[in-house]
């Protein structure tokens, strides 16, 4: 399996970044002010790390593109019509890339893996 195929690595990827860059970036920026926002980073770790730990094959690749594809449309949005999140740019460009990569790709590996076998998906493991 490629490693850009790999849900499972860049679920843990992105549930770790969430976690620790997010709701622990927020803490150190802002304080304990932007507790609804830590609390929704944290949060969204947990899902991430339950559909990279949890789950094997098609449930996985399925959670990863419900989870990561509505996330990558979205920061898309964001970078395209420039909204704003505290007052600075939500998704600012080129800095943004990274994390429409990171989001993106979870997102297509479920997409590709949408319909797989689980039987070819353990015979993979």
Known sequence: MSILHNTKLW???IAL???VLGAGGTFATYGADELATIGIMAVLGVFLFYAALM???QAQARMATVLCGPMFVWMALCAAIGLEMFGDPAVPMPEGIIP????????LSGLMGWNMDDAASAAEA
């Open 17 to 19: 970044g969430h976690t």
């Open 11 to 13: 679920l843990i990827i």
């Open 55 to 57: 789950l094997e094959g």
């Open 100 to 107: 429409l990569v990171l989001w993106g790709l979870p997102a």
